[in-house]
């Protein structure tokens, strides 16, 4: 029976590398792909593949497309596809980059290196602005529902959808901020995690509250910060068995229905966005049968 890649499901872990590729031009990717499915576990390698790797094997994935642009008033949401994600989970920051290494000399010369972001936990899965990320995730048979794709037939059960952006933090301009400021912007208390009731429409906790939207928007996220020379901020993750929740929490985000935008954008912007198909696991190894291979 085929499977969810388990690193989709299980807890964050301590250090983490996000690997974009692009497709090299008039590349086969069927190979590379095959070769790659011997080397992702699931768990410690996650794999995403976009929807222009999809397109030149000539299949078609219901429900997977390219990353949408969004914009509010003073708010850009950009669109960056890429052919190839992988999500490299572990404990060692060598074993990261020796994994890198080997996953790209795997899928040369079809798939090109693109973006590498290092990512890490802080503290109790905490963002870098002091505030715990992911309070209301979905959790055990409920985060199962939401992720994972399910009675879609073979190949396609046990897959997920996954939305993965890099937001960059201005944390000058949020420690300028009064401690009230804070909590209102975030919608929660930095001193005990609790949601402010009377906090403005504005506060993202508000904005996103996944139980208010008809249908509901639930999502399972996997956000990590991330920090290097050119700044820092964090890699949101979210999953999902299909795009439409993220859609929904990202239109109200921007104020598209309503005119209010997520005070998260007083202090953070996306610098990219892309959507990826994962494919589930079959025997041990990515099941890549929805895709002919």
């Known amino acids: 029976m085929s499977t969810v890649q388990a690193g989709i499901l299980a807890v964050v872990p301590r250090l983490a590398r996000y690997l974009v590729f692009s497709l090299t031009p008039s590349s086969e990717p069927r190979a590379a792909l095959l070769r790659l499915g011997d080397h992702a576990d699931g768990e410690y390698t996650v794999i995403g593949i976009g ?6 094997l000539g299949r078609t994935i219901e429900g997977l497309r390219v990353f949408p642009c969004y914009s509010g008033a003073g708010i850009d949401v950009p669109s960056t596809p890429g052919a190839l994600w992988c999500w490299l989970r572990g404990e060692d920051r060598g074993e990261l980059t020796h994994r890198t290494r080997l996953i790209a000399r795997t899928v040369s010369p079809a798939f090109q290196l693109e973006k590498v972001i290092d990512a890490f936990q802080y503290g109790p ?6 505030y715990e990320d992911g309070t209301e995730n979905p959790t055990g ?4 529902a939401v992720a994972v794709l399910q009675k879609s037939g073979e190949g396609l059960d046990g897959s997920s ?5 890099q937001w960059v933090h201005d944390l000058t301009r949020f420690e300028s901020m009064s ?5 209102h912007t975030i919608g929660r208390r930095k001193s005990d995690n609790q ?3 009377d906090a403005p429409m504005s506060g993202h906790v508000k904005r996103t509250a996944q139980e208010t939207f008809e249908p509901p928007a639930f999502v399972v996220r996997r956000s990590m910060p991330w920090a290097d020379e050119t700044g820092e ?3 949101f993750v979210a999953f999902g068995e299909s795009f439409r929740p993220f859609e929904a929490l990202l239109r109200r985000m921007v104020g598209a229905d309503d005119c209010i935008a997520d005070a998260l954008f007083t202090f953070t912007r996306p610098i990219s966005g892309n959507y990826f198909w994962c494919p589930p696991m079959h025997k041990g190894k990515l099941d890549l049968r929805a895709l002919a291979l």
Request: glycine share 10%; hydrophobic share 45%; charged share 15%.
């Open 51 to 56: 929807q222009s790797t999809v397109l030149a």
């Open 125 to 130: 899965s905490l963002d870098l602005t002091g």
């Open 141 to 144: 048979k409920q985060a199962y």
């Open 161 to 165: 959808f996954v939305a993965v952006q």
């Open 179 to 183: 401690g009230l400021e804070q909590d």
């Open 195 to 197: 949601e402010i009731h």
């Open 233 to 235: 901020g964090l890699v």
